[in-house]
């Protein structure tokens, strides 16, 4: 008998995630006792689990409104959704790498006093315009800060428009290098970045060490005339130190998606109300890569972009045990044992530990009878055993 899984959606979530569930699935607002959960912004720290919740899929990145700690206590899966809004935020980037670099903004306000002139208009924008020159991105140093999902792609976009471009980042993952344009230069140190670079875009999270990273002391390591960019967090610039700069004349533009009272007061800040993600696209993206990781752990209990389990995935064949257990040393070789008094036999396993907590998928031959479940399931350091049988 084929199970129908069971989503429930807290939220309304895009279409295009919802429709990647086939007829196995029933998905919906009100569905009771569900084996995944889709959410958005909805606050689940109140709600209580049921013993069939499997796993929980956020439609962002951030999962403050998930109770991790008690999710991987029972065993749940929390997915989030990282790099799916990048191509809206890589976009937002370019935009403002424009707009700090040509004077478009002022330009644009200027224009608009000029209404009411009828006929002169034309003569005194040839006359006033002159104010508002501005460089070409072409030809000059970019600094990239950060190279994930969004300072690569941001890399590899400003290559194409003629930038010559630096980036830095000292845990560059190896997938993520791989995706790096070969015309990018490596960095080893931030002072590289802040000596040489024109233009200067910031793709970090916020952590104790990038917290006010742009600062009096990193602002005078720069160029004249630099721009910054910061569509990251606010709190990696100080913005004291950056409204005096601005000031000063020593940074020319300062193009953020978070705006303060004192940003808003400074003059050459382009300023948007945290426009990052906000396109439609976005959201269709988040929702489908939450619908698909969910999908890929209910069927084949493969985890990608989980916040609370290690990735952990390979091809599916036949049978497979998924066990979500405490990192404790000769927990696999206990699992090996119980099996094999039960007659399975191991064909291919995966085991990755995160902090206190350990996932692995065991691929068997034979029968997982109910008996050998619970005789994993009892042992100590097991905190949820999953079997999913061969499809016939
Ligand atoms: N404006 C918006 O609406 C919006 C939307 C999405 C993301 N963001 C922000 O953009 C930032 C980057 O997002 P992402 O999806 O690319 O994240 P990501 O996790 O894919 O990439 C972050 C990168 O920063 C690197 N890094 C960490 N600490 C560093 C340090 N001290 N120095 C240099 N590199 C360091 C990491 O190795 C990683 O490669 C995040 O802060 C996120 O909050 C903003």
Redesign the pocket.
């Known amino acids: 008998m084929i199970h129908m899984y069971q989503i429930q959606c807290l939220n309304k979530i895009s279409e295009v995630g919802t429709s990647r569930f086939n007829a196995n699935y029933i998905c919906g607002t009100d569905v009771q006792n569900p084996d995944a959960i889709l959410v958005r912004s909805a606050s689940m720290h109140e709600m209580e689990f049921g013993p069939e919740l499997l796993a929980i899929a956020r439609a962002g990145?951030g999962v403050n409104n998930i109770p991790l700690d008690k999710c991987s206590e029972q065993g749940i899966a929390v997915f989030n959704t990282?790099?799916a809004?990048?191509n809206?935020?890589k976009e937002?980037v370019l935009a403002a790498l424009l707009l700090s670099s040509r004077r478009i903004v002022d330009g644009i306000e200027w224009l608009r006093t000029l209404k009411g002139q009828g006929a002169e208009i034309s003569k005194l924008v040839e006359k006033g315009k002159g104010a508002y020159v501005g460089p070409e991105i072409s030809g000059k140093t970019l600094g990239v800060?950060?190279?994930?999902?969004?300072?690569v792609l941001v890399s590899s976009a400003a290559v194409s428009l003629g930038m010559d471009v630096y980036g830095?980042?000292?845990?560059?993952?190896v997938e993520?290098a791989w995706g790096l344009s070969s015309a990018v230069r490596h960095a080893q140190t931030?002072d590289e970045i802040y000596s040489k670079c024109d233009y200067i875009t910031l793709?970090?999270?916020?952590?104790p060490?990038?917290r006010e990273?742009i600062n009096a002391s990193s602002i005078a390591k720069m160029k004249d005339g630099v721009r910054l960019i910061n569509?990251?967090?606010g709190d990696l610039v100080n913005s004291a130190d950056v409204a005096a700069a601005l000031e000063s004349g020593k940074v020319a533009a300062y193009a953020t998606?978070f705006a303060d009272d004192t940003i808003l007061g400074a003059k050459n800040v382009i300023a948007m109300p945290?426009?990052?993600?906000?396109t439609p696209e976005s959201e269709d993206n988040c929702a489908r890569m939450a619908a698909l990781e969910l999908i890929d752990y209910l069927e084949n209990g493969n985890i990608r972009n989980s916040v609370n389990l290690p990735a952990v995935s390979m091809p599916r064949e036949g049978s497979r045990i998924c066990i979500v257990h405490r990192n404790i040393p000769n927990t696999i070789s206990r699992f090996s044992g119980v099996l094999a008094q039960a007659g399975v036999n191991i064909e291919n396993m995966a085991s990755k530990s995160r902090k206190e907590y350990a996932y692995t998928i065991l691929d068997v031959t034979g029968d997982v009878t109910a008996n050998a479940a619970q005789a994993i399931d009892a042992l100590d350091e097991v905190i949820r055993v999953r079997v999913i049988k061969a499809a016939n």
């Open positions: 990145a990282p790099g809004n990048a809206a935020v937002l800060v950060g190279l994930g999902a969004i300072g830095y980042d000292p845990f560059l993952s993520t931030l793709h970090v999270p916020l952590t060490d990038t990273m569509l990251a967090r998606d945290h426009l990052g993600a906000s």
